[in-house]
C-alpha cells in the first residue's frame, strides 16, 4: 500500500510538471493573425497623417478615421515600401498562401468561370506549414485561390459534379473549396464568397456557425461581412464549442471582401457613410479625393470606399479588444496588409490591375508587443511572397520553410541582428497578364506589350518607360528610359535577374531581349 502510495505520489508530481511546462510554453509560443482587407489603400489609415509618419508619405495620405488600425502602427513596425507584386485578386493571394510566383504557384489571373487558373494543391502553403508546426489553423472570409466549376445544384449546394443535379456555377468570379488537397491544412473554415457584403454566401465546416448546415451547404446570414466574419473569429477565440484545441497555438487568416467594390448603399455602412463622409460632413468632394490626378467625375465613389474602411478599422478592433481581454494580444503576431491598393480615380480608373504606385501600394504592418519594439518604421522593399517566410520565423519556424519559397525572410532585420546577413531587395519584380517590371523606393520601370492588331498571334511592345515615383508619386509624367539611361539600365538588369530566378514565362521564352538584360 505504502509503495503503492509513492507510485501516485510521483505520478502525480510528473503530470503536474509536465503540465506546468506544457502552458508555460504555450505562452512562449506566439499566435498568428493574418488580417487581409481587399483592396485596401496603403494610405487610407489616419495615422498616416500624424508627424511620425507624415514624412514617410509619398503624395498625400486619404483624409480616412481608422482609430484601431492606427493603435497597431503605432504600437507595432509600420513598412512603407510594401507593394503587391501582381495587384490583382487571386494572384496575390496565390503568392501569399505559397510565398512563390505565379508561375510555380498556378495564379496568372483572377480564378472565375471560363479560366483554369488555381492554386496548386501539391504546393505546400502557409496554412500547411503551421498546422505541420502544431498550430491551430483557421480562415474567415474571401478564398478567390481556386478554379470555378459547375459543381453546384439549383439550390447552391455544392456536389461535386457536373452532371444533375450539379452543372450549375455558385458565383461568377469565386467558388467554394471543399474540404480535401484544395483547402491546405485548415482545420476551421468559415468562407465568404459574392461581392454582396450584405448578402454573402457562406460555407463552413462547422455547422453551428451556419445554423446546423453541412460543409458544403449554403448559408446566407444577411449580415455585414466584416461584422459576421468577426463574431464568428471571436467566437472561435472564445472557444466556448470546442472550435480548437486550447493546448495549441493558433493560426487565423482572415481575409476581409470591403472595401473592395460594388460601392453603394446597398454594399456600404451607411451608418460610418452618414458619421463621417457623407455630403453634410464632407460638402466638397475634393476634401476626399484630394490628389493632384483624381478624377471628381469619376471619384464620387470614394465616400462609400472611406465608409467601408472606417467600418472594416472597427471590426478589425472588437477582434483586437478579444485578444486582449484573453491576454494573448501581446504575444499573437498580427499582421494587417491587403492583395493590393485601389486607383480611387486617379488617372480616371477605379481598381487595380495596373502598374500606377495607388494600385500596387499596401499596407504592411506587424504588430507584436513581447517580440519586437513598436513604434518603428522599416523602409525596405517588401512585396507578397515574403509574407510567408517571414511570418513562419517571426514565428520560430525557419525549420518549416521549403527550400522553393522565393519570398525574402525579413525576420533578422526586424530583430535587429545586424550580425547575420541580410541583403535587401535592390527592386521588386511587379507583373500584370501583359506587362513586367520594377519597383524600387524611387522608380518604376514598366513595360508592356499588347497583340497586333493586325495579327493577333504576334506580341508588339506597346511602352516602355519609367517613373520616379518621389517627384511625381501620381505618376503624372512618363519617363522615356532614353532620358535617364544609366537609371534604366540598372532597373532593367535587375529585371532580368528577377524574371530568371522567379523562373517567369517571360525569361524562359526569352521575350524583349533586345530591351531586358537577361543574366547570360
Known amino acids: 500500500m505504502y509503495k503503492t502510495g509513492i507510485i501516485l505520489l510521483v505520478a502525480l508530481q510528473f503530470f503536474s510538471c509536465y503540465s506546468i511546462q506544457k502552458k508555460e510554453s504555450l505562452e512562449k509560443t506566439p499566435n498568428v493573425l493574418i488580417i487581409y482587407p481587399d483592396q485596401l489603400r496603403r494610405y ?27 493603435k497597431i ?24 498562401l505559397s510565398g512563390l510566383y505565379p508561375e510555380q504557384n498556378g495564379i496568372w489571373n483572377n480564378c472565375r468561370t471560363g479560366r483554369g487558373e488555381s492554386l496548386k494543391d501539391d504546393i505546400p502553403t502557409i496554412t500547411d506549414m503551421f498546422f505541420s508546426a502544431g498550430y491551430n489553423t483557421a480562415y474567415f472570409g474571401k478564398c478567390h485561390w481556386l478554379k470555378n466549376d459547375p459543381l453546384f445544384n439549383e439550390y447552391g449546394n455544392y456536389v461535386g459534379t457536373t452532371k444533375p443535379p450539379g452543372g450549375q456555377y455558385l458565383n461568377k ?25 450584405y448578402d454573402p454566401l457562406v460555407f463552413s465546416n462547422d455547422p453551428n456557425a451556419i445554423d446546423g448546415k453541412k460543409d458544403g451547404e449554403l448559408h446566407r446570414p444577411k449580415v455585414f461581412t466584416p461584422k ?72 464620387d465613389y ?138 524600387t523606393k524611387v522608380y518604376t520601370l514598366c513595360i508592356h506589350e499588347k497583340k497586333s492588331s493586325n495579327d493577333k498571334k504576334n506580341i508588339e511592345l506597346l511602352d516602355v518607360y519609367l517613373y520616379n515615383n518621389l517627384k511625381d508619386p501620381y505618376q503624372l509624367k512618363k519617363i522615356p528610359i532614353e532620358d535617364i539611361p544609366e537609371v534604366a539600365n540598372k532597373l532593367l538588369g535587375i529585371l532580368g535577374k528577377e524574371l530568371k530566378r522567379t523562373n517567369d514565362p517571360w525569361y524562359k521564352k526569352g521575350k524583349h531581349k533586345d530591351i531586358i538584360f537577361y543574366p547570360s
Not at 85 to 94: I, Q, V, Y
Not at 174 to 197: L, N
Not at 318 to 330: F, P, S, T
Open 73 to 96: 502602427a503605432k504600437n507595432g513596425v509600420v513598412f512603407t515600401n510594401a507593394v503587391s507584386n501582381f495587384p490583382l485578386c487571386s494572384p496575390a493571394r496565390g503568392m501569399l
Open 302 to 439: 470614394a465616400r462609400f470606399y472611406f465608409a467601408n474602411v472606417t467600418s472594416v478599422d472597427k471590426y478589425i478592433g472588437m477582434v483586437l479588444d478579444e485578444l486582449k481581454k484573453m491576454g494573448v494580444l501581446d504575444n499573437t503576431i498580427v499582421i494587417l496588409s491587403s492583395d493590393h491598393g485601389e486607383m480611387l480615380a486617379s488617372h480616371g480608373k477605379e481598381g487595380k490591375n495596373t502598374f500606377e504606385t495607388e494600385a500596387l501600394a499596401v499596407p504592411f504592418i506587424i504588430h507584436w508587443p513581447r517580440g519586437l519594439k513598436g513604434g518603428k518604421i522599416s523602409d525596405v522593399l517588401l512585396s507578397v511572397p515574403d509574407v510567408l517566410p517571414t511570418t513562419m520565423a517571426l514565428a520560430g519556424l525557419r525549420q518549416y520553410i521549403p527550400a522553393k519559397v522565393q519570398g525574402v525572410d525579413f525576420s533578422k532585420k526586424l530583430f535587429g541582428s545586424e550580425n547575420d546577413l541580410f541583403k535587401e531587395p535592390e527592386g521588386v519584380l511587379i507583373m500584370l497578364n501583359n506587362s513586367r517590371g520594377i519597383h
Open 173 to 197: 468570379y469565386d467558388t467554394y473549396v471543399p474540404p480535401g488537397k484544395s483547402r491546405h491544412s485548415i482545420e476551421y473554415f468559415y468562407q465568404s464568397v459574392k461581392d454582396e457584403h
Open 228 to 299: 459576421n466574419e468577426s463574431d464568428k473569429i471571436i467566437q472561435y477565440l472564445k472557444n466556448d464549442r470546442g472550435q480548437r484545441d486550447s493546448n495549441k497555438p493558433f493560426f487565423i487568416m482572415w481575409s476581409i471582401n470591403p472595401p473592395h467594390n460594388p460601392w453603394n448603399e446597398k454594399n456600404t455602412d451607411m451608418e460610418m457613410f452618414h458619421k463621417y463622409y457623407d455630403k453634410e460632413k464632407v460638402p466638397q468632394l475634393d476634401s476626399l479625393l484630394i490628389r493632384d490626378n483624381a478624377d471628381l467625375l469619376k471619384g
Open 44 to 70: 487610407s489609415a489616419s495615422f498616416w497623417s500624424e508627424s511620425q509618419y507624415i514624412n514617410d508619405v509619398v503624395g498625400e495620405p486619404d483624409p480616412v478615421r481608422t482609430p484601431n488600425i492606427d
